[in-house]
């Protein structure tokens, strides 16, 4: 409320003192301030990347913004003082009436401007630990914080919105009077909403960094998601257990997997970021959106996004719920929500960081990618290799790789391809989507016995395999018996699910599905989780509905499918938040 106060009575302020100048000296005055506001809403980024941002990056884009208006205004006054009489023949109630006008819009753009700057500081908030997941919430300047972390989808305004109207007039002039041929250089499609933009780039605790440069920031991974998943409650063991959570209608679930470079560092040399830090741009229905993140990827269980956090997680250094860790590698992942015909265009990272999609990447959100994945650099066409077996999308058989082919549904060695082990023929489906005897993904259970009979809704008897990729089943019971890496497996099964594998061009790729068979109750039960279309080689796949941990115990086949590049080796084998890596060169897939 202050902060509006004072912005309130700096208006009233300038436009007396524009009105006892009289109608002349204001009428110029504003056309003055209309063209410094041009000036500086399409040169300030421009003056903070090439000139401050070295210096004083926190306060770069506010200098700028002030600067950029200030010195023109200054400077065209003066020459006005020198050139342009002052004098006219209008009575003064007309004169000092008229002069108002002209002084109130002039004031008015003018404490816009200064609102604006203000606001590119670094005030962040402050979140007092009352035990609740948000507890009180202060900070900001004289208190006006835009971004509320109890209410992140709402922003707090100020009175009369002086800011706003200067940012609306703005983006008029560069469409029109200031406006050029480039539909993509004027203010509104290259800032659809500055203010809300600014709001969730300062979702963050006072202290912590919110300027980075444009350079700092860089996309190696895009990609779409089936689900994302909300993390409910904190079990015994010190998991979260975590919920699918579908897109809403007209929307659909992506990511992007950002490195960062550059410096980052809060004061107490921490390096935070938000989810709501993180915006893509891109358009729908022709209108230009700016979503921020939504979700982010869980460190305990890399297979999921989770929505929603709870206190606690100490790698992750939750505050107030919301704020986060940057990892020591540089590198998050958050994923979007954004509408299904939505074509992206570039990732921006607190306040000046921006990095621009490629084409294939585009591609990769909007369906129109040929192939390829959207993790693995530079993918290479299948290779010769008797070791080794071509993508089943191919319609080549299976060869030995890593201990030989599966018999029926023994599955007790690892093997490239996209043949299951036995025909499905009677089953349950969640999802499913089934052609010519073909999976292209979905949930399937059954009994096992049923299996025999007659079709009733299938057969399916492969696993669909993108264009460019290989399949590889990795079984977790026993890949080789006493080998390492079979009792690594062997053990991975009793932890949680968050297996990844590392191809030999350093690619990590999660697992796109999983296939089981085991004894629930009286009766052999298959699950199979298959969703080869996220992207970038899969890793969110639904759960099992019938088949638990318990389950899993004895008499019980596992397998784990990963989607890799054609003629890529999987060389590293990870089993989740221990950080456990197995070298696989050996095993030769």
Same mark, same amino acid.
């Given at each position: 409320?202050?902060?509006?106060?004072?912005?309130?009575?700096?208006?009233?302020?300038?436009?007396?003192?524009?009105?006892?100048?009289?109608?002349?000296?204001?009428?110029?005055?504003?056309?003055?301030?209309?063209?410094?506001?041009?000036?500086?809403?399409?040169?300030?980024?421009?003056?903070?990347?090439?000139?401050?941002?070295?210096?004083?990056?926190?306060?770069?884009?506010?200098?700028?913004?002030?600067?950029?208006?200030?010195?023109?205004?200054?400077?065209?006054?003066?020459?006005?003082?020198?050139?342009?009489?002052?004098? !006219?023949?209008?009575?003064?109630?007309?004169?000092?009436?008229?002069?108002?006008?002209?002084?109130?819009?002039?004031?008015?753009?003018?404490?816009?401007?200064?609102?604006?700057?203000?606001?590119?500081?670094?005030?962040?908030?402050?979140?007092?630990?009352?035990?609740?997941?948000?507890?009180?919430?202060?900070?900001?300047?004289?208190?006006?914080?835009?971004?509320?972390?109890?209410?992140?989808?709402?922003?707090?305004?100020?009175?009369?919105?002086?800011?706003?109207?200067?940012?609306?007039?703005?983006?008029?002039?560069?469409?029109?009077?200031?406006?050029?041929?480039?539909?993509?250089?004027?203010?509104?499609?290259?800032?659809?909403?500055?203010?809300?933009?600014?709001?969730?780039?300062?979702?963050?605790?006072?202290?912590?960094?919110?300027?980075?440069?444009?350079?700092?920031?860089?996309?190696?991974?895009?990609?779409?998601? !089936?689900?994302?998943?909300?993390?409910?409650?904190?079990?015994?063991?010190?998991?979260?257990?975590?919920?699918?959570?579908?897109?809403?209608?007209?929307?659909?679930?992506?990511?992007?997997?950002?490195?960062?470079?550059?410096?980052? !560092?809060?004061?107490?040399?921490?390096?935070?970021?938000?989810?709501?830090?993180?915006?893509?741009?891109?358009?729908?229905?022709?209108?230009?959106?700016?979503?921020?993140?939504?979700?982010?990827?869980?460190?305990?269980?890399?297979?999921?996004?989770?929505?929603?956090?709870?206190?606690?997680?100490?790698?992750?250094?939750?505050?107030?719920?919301?704020?986060?860790?940057?990892?020591?590698?540089?590198?998050?992942?958050?994923?979007?929500?954004?509408?299904?015909?939505?074509?992206?265009?570039?990732?921006?990272?607190?306040?000046?960081?921006?990095?621009?999609?490629?084409?294939?990447?585009?591609?990769?959100?909007?369906?129109?990618?040929?192939?390829?994945?959207?993790?693995?650099?530079?993918?290479?066409?299948?290779?010769?290799?008797?070791?080794?077996?071509?993508?089943?999308?191919?319609?080549?058989?299976?060869?030995?790789?890593?201990?030989?082919?599966?018999?029926?549904?023994?599955?007790?060695?690892?093997?490239?391809?996209?043949?299951?082990?036995?025909?499905?023929?009677?089953?349950?489906?969640?999802?499913?989507?089934?052609?010519?005897?073909?999976?292209?993904?979905?949930?399937?259970?059954?009994?096992?016995?049923?299996?025999?009979?007659?079709?009733? !809704?299938?057969?399916?008897?492969?696993?669909?395999?993108?264009?460019?990729?290989?399949?590889?089943?990795?079984?977790?019971?026993?890949?080789?018996?006493?080998?390492?890496?079979?009792?690594?497996?062997?053990?991975?099964?009793?932890?949680?699910?968050?297996?990844?594998?590392?191809?030999?061009?350093?690619?990590?790729?999660?697992?796109?599905?999983?296939?089981?068979?085991?004894?629930?109750?009286?009766?052999?039960?298959?699950?199979?989780?298959?969703?080869?279309?996220?992207?970038?080689?899969?890793?969110?796949?639904?759960?099992?509905?019938?088949?638990?941990?318990?389950?899993?115990?004895?008499?019980?086949?596992?397998?784990?499918?990963?989607?890799?590049?054609?003629?890529?080796?999987?060389?590293?084998?990870?089993?989740?938040?221990?950080?456990?890596?197995?070298?696989?060169?050996?095993?030769?897939?």
């Amino acid at each position: 409320m202050l902060f509006s106060i004072l912005l309130v009575g700096f208006l009233g302020a300038a436009t007396y003192m524009q009105a006892i100048q009289g109608v002349t000296s204001a009428a110029i005055t504003c056309v003055m301030v209309v063209v410094s506001t041009a000036i500086s809403f399409g040169t300030y980024e421009y003056v903070a990347e090439s000139f401050l941002m070295g210096s004083a990056p926190e306060y770069a884009y506010a200098l700028a913004l002030a600067g950029t208006f200030a010195v023109p205004l200054i400077v065209l006054r003066v020459l006005m003082d020198v050139v342009v009489p002052r004098s !006219n023949l209008l009575p003064q109630v007309i004169d000092r009436g008229v002069a108002g006008v002209f002084g109130f819009f002039g004031a008015m753009l003018t404490t816009g401007i200064i609102a604006c700057s203000i606001q590119m500081l670094p005030w962040g908030v402050v979140v007092a630990d009352t035990g609740d997941n948000i507890g009180e919430v202060s900070g900001g300047f004289f208190g006006f914080r835009r971004f509320n972390p109890k209410k992140p989808d709402e922003q707090n305004e100020l009175w009369l919105k002086p800011d706003r109207f200067t940012i609306g007039f703005a983006e008029m002039l560069s469409v029109n009077t200031f406006g050029g041929s480039d539909e993509e250089r004027t203010l509104a499609r290259h800032q659809p909403d500055l203010l809300r933009d600014l709001s969730w780039a300062h979702s963050l605790p006072v202290g912590a960094r919110s300027v980075v440069k444009p350079e700092d920031v860089k996309v190696v991974d895009v990609g779409k998601l !089936n689900y994302f998943f909300s993390t409910t409650t904190r079990l015994a063991l010190g998991r979260n257990k975590a919920t699918p959570v579908d897109p809403k209608a007209g929307k659909m679930f992506v990511y992007a997997a950002l490195e960062l470079s550059g410096e980052m !560092n809060d004061v107490d040399d921490k390096k935070r970021f938000s989810a709501t830090c993180i915006r893509i741009v891109g358009e729908s229905k022709g209108e230009r959106l700016v979503i921020p993140g939504t979700a982010l990827i869980d460190p305990d269980d890399p297979s999921h996004y989770v929505v929603e956090w709870k206190p606690g997680n100490a790698d992750m250094e939750i505050v107030a719920g919301k704020v986060f860790l940057i990892p020591l590698n540089n590198k998050i992942e958050v994923a979007f929500e954004v509408p299904e015909d939505f074509k992206p265009q570039e990732i921006r990272f607190k306040i000046g960081g921006r990095a621009k999609l490629s084409s294939s990447q585009i591609a990769r959100i909007t369906g129109d990618a040929t192939g390829g994945s959207a993790r693995a650099a530079n993918p290479r066409p299948a290779k010769a290799d008797p070791a080794r077996s071509a993508s089943s999308s191919s319609g080549s058989q299976p060869q030995k790789s890593g201990g030989g082919r599966v018999s029926g549904v023994a599955f007790r060695s690892s093997r490239f391809g996209g043949d299951l082990p036995m025909k499905l023929t009677s089953f349950r489906q969640v999802d499913a989507e089934i052609q010519s005897g073909v999976l292209e993904q979905g949930l399937l259970t059954g009994k096992v016995a049923d299996q025999t009979g007659a079709a009733k !809704n299938g057969p399916v008897s492969k696993l669909k395999v993108p264009k460019g990729k290989a399949l590889l089943q990795l079984n977790v019971k026993s890949l080789h018996a006493g080998s390492l890496l079979g009792k690594a497996l062997n053990f991975a099964v009793k932890t949680v699910e968050n297996y990844t594998i590392e191809d030999d061009q350093g690619n990590r790729i999660l697992a796109c599905g999983k296939y089981a068979v085991a004894k629930v109750g009286d009766e052999q039960i298959f699950e199979l989780s298959y969703y080869p279309t996220f992207e970038s080689g899969g890793g969110r796949y639904k759960p099992f509905s019938r088949i638990k941990s318990q389950h899993l115990k004895k008499d019980y086949q596992l397998v784990y499918l990963f989607l890799i590049d054609s003629g890529r080796q999987a060389v590293k084998f990870s089993t989740g938040a221990k950080k456990r890596t197995i070298d696989l060169r050996k095993e030769n897939l």
